[in-house]
């Protein structure tokens, strides 16, 4: 049975070395820009560079779990490795509540993968 061929982008003859932690990072980063945007949110309104920016990660996320197709289960790889990121930056903060912080990004990115479908 042949494996399909997984989607890199143009030039990438294989996933590059460390993917997971570049999905991590991503994952992280669209989390925190997720943060920031809810407290200028609570502060009079998200700033339009702030609701930018996340989308941007949001759009890189896509991108990754595009190019990561048949090569590995990108939900969760994102979940723990954007998990393990997190939990560099704030070792006191409960698992329960970087899960939390990991699903925001990873709900939002499966509605535009939903939204892909249709």
């Known amino acids: 049975m042949l494996i399909p061929e997984p989607h890199l982008p143009l030039g990438w003859q294989e996933p590059p070395p460390l993917i997971e932690r570049v999905i991590g990072e991503v994952v992280a980063a669209a989390a925190r820009a997720i943060v920031r945007a ?47 990121v997190l939990r560099e930056s704030y070792a006191d903060v409960s698992d329960a509540a970087l899960d939390e912080l990991v699903s925001w990004p990873l709900d939002i990115l499966a509605k535009v993968v939903r939204s892909q479908l249709h």
């Open 38 to 84: 809810l407290m200028e949110y609570q502060n009079g309104g998200a700033q339009p560079a702030t609701t930018r920016h996340g989308g941007d990660l949001i759009a890189q996320l896509y991108s990754l779990r595009q190019s990561t197709i048949g090569y590995l289960d990108f939900d969760a790889t994102a979940r723990a490795h954007g998990k393990r």
